[in-house]
Nanobody, 114 residues
Framework: QVQLVESGGGLVQPGGSLRLSCAAS????????MGWYRQAPGKQRELVATFTSSGSTNYADSVKGRFTISRDNAKNTVYLQMNSLKPEDTAVYYC????????WGQGTQVTVSS
């Protein structure tokens, strides 16, 4: 059973930064396609950033140049560094792991507000 636990969310002012972490059970970070998604109130869940099966990265246009996905295989952890945050980045952020099946974490709330 794959377990994903997100942390690092919170309240931040516009222009601020946060780093989200996703701690995964077992050694899946190096063998699963890992990514971050988000869901704002009243909206569908959308891709934020992901590693591809070849190990490269893919970002939503709305976060390119501001967000960076990274991973530490030794710690079985995936990160999302979020800079220059905007109010429209407010959402619940979910970690995702895909191979034969898809797994989701419980989510962490990010609120960008002054």
């Amino acid at each position: 059973q794959v377990q994903l636990v997100e942390s690092g969310g919170g309240l931040v002012q516009p222009g601020g930064s946060l780093r989200l972490s996703c701690a995964a059970s077992g050694s899946i970070v190096r063998s699963y396609v890992m990514g971050w998604y988000r869901q704002a109130p009243g909206k569908q869940r959308e891709l934020v950033a992901t590693f591809t099966s070849s190990g490269s990265t893919n970002y939503a246009d709305s976060v390119k140049g501001r967000f960076t996905i990274s991973r530490d295989n030794a710690k079985n952890t995936v990160y999302l560094q979020m800079n220059s945050l905007k109010p429209e980045d407010t959402a619940v952020y979910y970690c995702n792991a895909k191979r034969a099946l898809v797994y989701w974490g419980q989510g962490t709330q990010v609120t960008v507000s002054s």
